[in-house]
Structure formats: structure tokens, C-alpha cells
């Protein structure tokens, strides 16, 4: 069975910067789309960053300019890297992975067949 497992989620200041990551196994990071998606207290899910091949990737108007998606194969993880946090970036994080199909653009949540537990990420002002 896929595991998707997160980590890295912690409690910051507003500015501060956390690094996720989602390691993989029984499933190639490199194969096919991935994203991270966010859940805000009270919200639904929603896609922050993509990740399909060296190069290809897509982020939510939100957060361009302050994440970044990056994947180490030797690891077989995917990172978030996050910057400049706001409290608005407050929320259960997500790891998901695509089996069916891929992407350079990110998909809704309907699309992931694997999704790790989450990790929570807390920015207070």
C-alpha cells in the first residue's frame, strides 16, 4: 500500500519559515503529480503547490514568491519549503499523489488517490 508521510509542521512567528517534508513509499515521487494542499481552521482543502517533473510546477496565487516545491530523489521526499509566513498560511498541511494522470498545473483535490496524514502548521502574529 502507497504511505505518504508528512513532516516538518511547527508552531512560528509571523515571517518565520518551516520546510515540509513527504516521504514516499510504494510509490515513486518522480512517476507522477504531486501537491501539497492546505486546510484552514473551518475551510476545505486547497492546492498550494504542484510538483510534476524537474521543472514543472505550479503554486496558488497565495503563496507564489514565498514556497517553493522541490523533491530529492535519493530521499524519495517532497518539500515544501515556506517563507515570509502570514497567519493566513495557518493550517493542516497535506501531502497527495495522482496515479491516473499528471499535470504542470495544479488539479483539485478529487484527482489525488494517496494523501499522508497532514502536519500542522500554526503562524501567530
Known amino acids: 500500500k502507497v504511505q505518504l508521510m508528512e513532516s516538518g509542521g511547527d508552531s512560528v512567528q509571523v515571517g518565520g519559515s518551516l520546510r515540509l517534508s513527504c516521504a514516499a513509499s510504494?510509490?515513486?515521487?518522480?512517476?507522477?503529480?504531486m501537491e501539497w494542499f492546505r486546510q484552514g481552521p473551518g475551510k476545505g482543502r486547497v492546492g498550494v503547490a504542484l510538483?510534476?517533473?524537474?521543472?514543472?510546477?505550479d503554486y496558488a496565487n497565495s503563496v507564489k514568491g514565498r514556497f517553493t516545491i522541490s523533491k530529492d530523489h535519493a530521499k524519495n521526499t517532497l518539500y515544501l519549503q515556506m517563507t515570509s509566513l502570514k497567519t493566513e498560511d495557518t493550517g493542516m498541511y497535506y501531502c497527495?499523489?495522482?496515479?491516473?494522470?499528471?499535470?504542470?498545473?495544479?488539479?483539485?483535490?478529487?484527482?489525488?488517490?494517496?494523501w499522508g496524514q497532514g502536519t500542522q502548521v500554526t503562524v501567530s502574529s
Open positions: 510504494r510509490y515513486d515521487v518522480s512517476r507522477r503529480s
Open positions: 497527495a499523489a495522482v496515479d491516473t494522470c499528471t499535470s504542470n498545473r495544479l488539479l483539485a483535490d478529487r484527482w489525488f488517490d494517496y
Open positions: 510538483f510534476d517533473t524537474e521543472g514543472t510546477t
